[in-house]
């Protein structure tokens, strides 16, 4: 079965600074990776997919970037952070079905 | 489509009663459809799918509707719980990409 670990799970950071969320997973090779944005009462974003080690799609353009290191390990990131980029970002990954697993989360808040 | 700028639906039901959710997808050629559920400070969770070769399908206390002629998707719920308090999604996928719908978040009184 496929286990999502996100982290950190909460995180304060003043605009401006560095941001880096992990996302690393069980039980699957190879597995297509997801980074969603959700903001508060607000529906599912996605930002980024990678179907394999340093591939990267993004779907919107953003202060955002991501990267694949490893075949189970998934990074997003930013140089500078925008009061923006404020949200819940989850991590996922699918089954040969389409069904996506998600991650518990890391909640970002930038002041 | 994803409704990631706007406040989300909501809907209020007194536990015990029977809730229905609606989603309605934009694809004609998504051919599976999941409903995930997603309780508060966590990732969404799936709750039941349905193939479009089928317009209905069961499980426990949830069903779901599929109507491929004007693209529309329900969730039953029967006899809510206030654990049933979450945010619904729909999603429509289509070649292994999922899209989501717009979330309606459910609110179970007690």
């Known amino acids: 079965s496929q286990t999502i670990h996100q982290w950190p799970a909460t995180l304060v950071q003043p605009v401006g600074s560095p941001l880096s969320l992990e996302c690393t997973v069980e039980g699957t090779s190879n597995p297509n990776l997801y980074w969603y944005r959700q903001a508060a009462g607000r529906g599912l974003q996605l930002l980024f997919y990678?179907?394999?080690?340093?591939?990267i799609s993004s779907e919107v353009p953003q202060n955002l970037s991501a990267s694949r290191p490893q075949d189970r390990q998934f990074i997003l990131s930013s140089k500078k952070l925008l009061l923006s980029d404020s949200g819940f970002y989850l991590c996922?990954?699918?089954?040969?079905?389409?069904?996506?697993?998600f991650g518990e989360g890391s909640r970002l808040t930038v002041l | 489509g994803e409704s990631v700028g706007l406040h989300l639906p909501t809907l209020s039901v007194q536990e015990g009663d029977n809730s229905i959710i609606n989603c309605a997808y934009s694809?004609?050629?998504?051919?599976?459809f999941i409903w995930y559920k997603q309780e508060s400070g966590k990732g969404p969770q799936f709750i039941i799918d349905i193939r479009s070769n089928m317009d209905k399908r069961q499980g426990q206390r949830v069903t779901v509707l599929l109507n491929k002629t004007v693209k529309h998707l329900s969730l039953q719920i029967a006899a809510t719980q206030p654990g049933d308090s979450a945010v619904y999604f729909c999603a429509e996928i289509n070649a292994g990409k999922s899209t989501f719908g717009d979330g309606t978040t459910l609110t179970v009184k007690p």
């Open positions: 990678s179907v394999g080690i340093g591939q």
């Open positions: 996922a990954q699918d089954s040969n079905t389409g069904e996506l697993f």
């Open positions: 694809n004609s050629a998504s051919d599976y």
